[in-house]
């Protein structure tokens, strides 16, 4: 990582999320996020399985990945950005990896990951 | 020449600003705590100037010379000078001994030219340096890889025109990016955030101030 300086962090920390709810990469989460449509603000949900965290203060990420009408989508989102009204999680998974970038060549049944309550 | 009011900071690095509905804005941060040493005027020199130092420098390292020039001017030695020219009414404004405070010379939303010393490479060839495509890595090819290729004609013109790019000393060079925008001023912790990239290193040493090209004053 980087070296970043402490008055950078000091800056950065004003704009970071107050509840970052705890969750790991293999879970799957619901990303609350406003979408401007027409002249009207709402909120669309986008729920998927988050195959990367990206660590890096303001700058963090979650990658998030589902399964629609047969078509793989994935979609980053900046952790901390206003847009992003809330964060849940709705399954907590068994992973064994900090990327599940190979989730990308499986489908179906292969592509499923273990939940916590299984185990 | 550059007239508009400037300031000299030290780059600390880039980060990322949201604005309020939600774009990202890349910036870099430059922190800025100087204060003026000395005046360059017409009268006495030929041209205004305001004489800015920066950080602080210890006694110890302080050459009698230069020493005698900050206890004439009544201030602690500082470790960076540099002269930024400016219009006599702007130096008006400021007494030896005073700190610039950002919020005097800049706004948000302002445009702005940053002046550093870009990173230093070296001797680089020249894919580094011009981003030429260099040769076949594959096919035989022998000892060509990351060469130029040909510099010019034969008997005609016999020489090599002037400016061809070629392998030399890459970066380390004043440079200036024009008309980047000031995102945020926070003048109690002397930082400014500037939109996109500055030259240099974290650390390095730049040099802001009003866009020559744009709009570059304050706006009132």
């Known amino acids: 990582m980087a070296f ?9 920390s004003a704009s970071l999320r107050k509840e970052v709810p705890g969750f790991r990469v293999g ?8 979408i401007v449509e027409g002249d009207k603000e709402r909120i669309q ?15 963090s ?14 979609r980053i989102f900046p952790l901390h950005s206003p847009r992003v009204e809330r964060i849940e999680v709705v399954s907590r998974g068994v992973v064994r990896r900090g990327r599940l970038f190979y989730l990308r060549g499986l489908s179906g049944k292969a592509a ?3 939940d916590v309550k299984d185990r | 020449m550059n007239q508009f009011p400037g300031v000299i900071g030290r780059k600390l690095g880039m980060t990322q600003v949201f604005l309020g509905d939600g774009t990202v804005v890349p910036c870099t941060v430059v922190e800025s705590k100087a204060m ?24 110890k390292h302080t050459s009698r010379p230069l020493a005698g020039q900050f206890a004439k001017a009544g201030v602690a030695p500082r470790r960076v000078l540099r002269e930024l020219r400016c219009s006599p009414e702007w130096a008006a404004g400021f007494e030896v001994g005073q700190a ?10 302002q445009l702005v030219d940053v002046r550093g010393v870009s990173r230093g490479r070296g001797f680089s060839g020249v894919m580094t340096r011009h981003h030429f495509k260099g040769g076949r890595m594959t096919h035989g090819n022998h000892e060509y890889r990351r060469h130029g290729g040909s510099i010019g004609t034969r008997m005609t013109p016999g020489r090599v025109k002037l400016g061809m790019k070629m392998p030399g000393q890459h970066g380390n060079a004043t440079v200036s990016v024009l008309s980047q925008e000031v995102v945020r001023v926070l003048p109690e912790e002397g930082l400014l955030l500037i939109r996109g990239g500055v030259p240099g290193p974290a650390s390095g040493l730049v040099e802001v101030r009003g866009a020559v090209k744009r709009r570059g004053g304050k706006r009132a």
């Open chain 1, 61 to 74: 990420t979650v990658t998030l990945r589902k399964v629609s009408f047969n078509v793989g989508v994935e």
């Open chain 2, 100 to 109: 610039i405070t950002l919020d005097r010379l800049f706004d948000v939303g």
């Open chain 1, 4 to 12: 970043k300086s402490s008055t950078i962090a000091a800056l950065e």
């Open chain 1, 27 to 34: 879970d799957t989460l619901a990303v609350h996020y406003k």
């Open chain 1, 112 to 114: 499923r990951i273990q």
């Open chain 2, 36 to 59: 003026v040493v000395g005046k360059r005027t017409q009268a006495k020199d030929g041209y205004d100037a305001l004489i800015l130092g920066l950080g602080e420098r210890k006694e």
């Open chain 1, 45 to 59: 949900v986008f729920k998927g399985t988050l195959i990367k965290r990206h660590r890096a203060g303001a700058r």
